[in-house]
């Protein structure tokens, strides 16, 4: 048996979502319920507008989400829409960004860290000119953006031997990359 509450304040009618102790007492009553009559709970809630992690960005009590087995958190960013669990059993589901198929089917398009660091791949590479010789820093300035980012595809580009490295990594003689020939 399953149970939609859209949105979970309406269910339960919160005057304050924010209230800890009010959230908990309401809630307590409704999932009591659903495990008397073995019944899954999909709760659906609303998150805040700052991009947080953990569970953060739910908007209200830490009550609603502590109040759940598992949150399912959907969110449309620049690279399309993701989804990701945060599960109190077994592994999270990673930040995937997920695409609708014409028939309406999803499909899975990969993990928002795998796609921002091919990103980053390409940006680094298209900075780096046939003939340049470039530091980290360089390259940085170049692409913008996020450097960890751009910092972790340098390393992983020379460690596939795409880029090559010279120089000894220290003030005043620091690592400067170039294609390989």
């Known amino acids: 048996m399953l149970a939609v509450a859209d949105p979970v304040p309406k269910l339960v ?103 921002l660091l091919r990103q980053a791949y390409a940006a680094v590479l298209a900075s780096i000119g046939e003939q340049d010789e470039l530091t980290e820093a360089e390259i940085r300035e170049k692409v913008g953006g996020n450097s960890g980012q751009f910092g972790k595809a340098i390393r992983q580009l020379h460690e596939e031997g795409t880029l090559t490295r010279t120089g000894a990594g220290k003030r005043g003689d620091p690592y400067r990359y170039s294609r390989r020939p």
Do not use: M, W
């Not at 709970?41 to 998150?47: K, M, Q, R």
């Open 13 to 115: 009618r919160l005057r304050d979502a924010n209230d800890y102790a009010e959230v908990s007492g309401r809630l307590e009553p409704v999932i009591e319920l659903a495990r008397r009559y073995n019944c899954h709970l999909l709760l659906s809630h609303h998150l805040g507008k700052a991009d947080r992690t953990d569970g953060d960005d739910i908007l209200g009590s830490t009550a609603i989400f502590g109040a759940v087995d598992t949150a399912v958190i959907l969110k449309r960013r620049d690279h399309g829409r993701t989804i990701q669990t945060i599960q109190r059993y077994g592994e999270d589901l990673p930040e995937t960004v997920i695409g609708l198929e014409e028939d309406g089917s999803l499909t899975v398009l990969g993990e928002v860290a795998g796609i």
